[in-house]
Structure formats: C-alpha cells, structure tokens
C-alpha cells in the first residue's frame, strides 16, 4: 500500500472512530401527538401564524415539577420537553415544558401550555399587548379553548394574570385578558 492511500485509510478509520460516538445510539423519534394552530390578533405582532405540536400531555407528576420551578427559570428550562410553539417564519420555536387539558363547563376543551422563555424573545420587537396589566415572566402561558369541531380562541399570559393552583398543580389564565389568539384550529392527526 502506498503511504498517501495508507495515510487515507487511517485518517477516515480515526475519523469514523471520533465521530460515531456523537450519534445518539438508539435515540427515540417522538410522534406529535396533537397539533393546533392560532393567529395572533389584537396584539404586537399581529396576524402572527402559531403552530403548536404536542408530543406528550403533562401527568400530575410533571405538572407539579412545572409549578414547583415556575420561579427558577433555569430549573424550568431543565425540565423534560412535551411540546413545542412554533411562529410562523421562524427557524426558532419554544420549547413546551407543560400540555395539560381540562374539560369546560360548556364541554370545550381548554388547554393550557407553558414555555420554558417568554413568546416573543427571540424576535427584536417584543411580543406585546397594547393596555395590558399583565406582569412580565420569565415563561410564558397559551391557552386555548376548542370545541368539539376543533375551533376555537385563547389568549396568552402577555394579555392575563397567570392563575396557579399548587394543590392541584394546574396553571390557568385569569378571564377577562381577551383574547389575543384568533382562528384557533386542532389540525388533523399525523396518524390519519
């Protein structure tokens, strides 16, 4: 063998020895579970497409870990991903730290989701609600309401207080926010 092809075969054998152990072995594809879409109306930036993928719905456990580190934004952003926020145009997107849904008394569904940074803090304009009261946090809450045809409204914690219940680990908004998401829609199941 000469030296230059010698030289090859050993540069690609230690090359291939390097990098393969940067392949997460084994490492699980997650299904999105759900997928719901909004459009932000009323607010800074308006007609803002959101795409929002569900990959797991918090169980009691997890939301009570959620609500224990809503104070400690390095803690929240620790814990495990269920989800994802996604604005449309953007190549970054909010990680879902909590998915929880509830039934309302008028048989919508309310789902609640909380992110590990405050919407809008990747972009130069801040996210904002004009006349708003709302305290700025570190994470940030959707809420969505949707019947049983899949549509619906919701608002975010930039235009209403953040309800938090530790007893029961749930996180809600206070009514009377508006609603600052528009055309709300539960998008058909990858699984068909």
Same mark, same amino acid.
């Given at each position: 063998?000469?030296?230059?092809?010698?030289?090859?075969?050993?540069?690609?054998?230690?090359?291939?020895?390097?990098?393969?152990?940067?392949?997460?072995?084994?490492?699980?594809?997650?299904?999105?579970?759900? +997928?719901?879409?909004?459009? &932000?109306?009323?607010? +800074?930036?308006?007609?803002?497409?959101?795409?929002?993928?569900?990959?797991?719905?918090?169980?009691?456990?997890?939301?009570?870990?959620?609500?224990?580190?809503?104070?400690?934004?390095?803690?929240?952003?620790?814990?495990?991903?269920?989800?994802?926020?996604?604005?449309?145009?953007? /190549?970054?997107?909010? +990680?879902?730290?909590?998915?929880?849904?509830? !039934? &309302?008394?008028?048989?919508?569904?309310?789902?609640?989701?909380?992110?590990?940074?405050?919407?809008?803090?990747?972009?130069?304009?801040?996210?904002?609600?004009?006349?708003?009261?709302? !305290?700025?946090?570190?994470?940030?809450?959707?809420?969505?309401?949707?019947?049983?045809?899949?549509?619906? &409204?919701? +608002?975010?914690?930039?235009?209403?207080?953040?309800?938090?219940?530790?007893? &029961?680990?749930?996180?809600?908004?206070?009514?009377?926010?508006?609603?600052?998401?528009?055309?709300?829609?539960?998008? /058909?199941? /990858?699984?068909?």
């Amino acid at each position: 063998m000469a030296p230059f092809e010698r030289f090859a075969v050993i540069t690609v054998t230690a090359l291939t020895l390097c990098v393969a152990p940067l392949a997460p072995a084994g490492a699980a594809v997650r299904t999105v579970l759900e +997928t719901f879409t909004a459009t &932000t109306t009323g607010m +800074t930036p308006a007609a803002l497409a959101l795409r929002i993928q569900v990959l797991e719905w918090s169980d009691d456990s997890a939301r009570a870990d959620v609500v224990a580190a809503l104070e400690d934004a390095a803690a929240l952003g620790k814990l495990p991903t269920v989800g994802y926020l996604w604005p449309d145009g953007s /190549p970054v997107g909010y +990680t879902l730290k909590y998915a929880h849904r509830t !039934k &309302t008394a008028d048989g919508r569904d309310r789902l609640t989701f909380v992110t590990d940074r405050t919407v809008g803090s990747y972009d130069y304009e801040k996210w904002r609600v004009a006349g708003t009261t709302a !305290k700025p946090l570190p994470y940030s809450v959707v809420e969505l309401y949707v019947d049983a045809a899949g549509n619906g &409204t919701g +608002t975010l914690s930039l235009a209403a207080e953040v309800a938090i219940d530790s007893a &029961t680990s749930t996180i809600t908004l206070a009514t009377g926010g508006g609603h600052v998401l528009a055309s709300v829609a539960r998008q /058909p199941s /990858p699984q068909g």
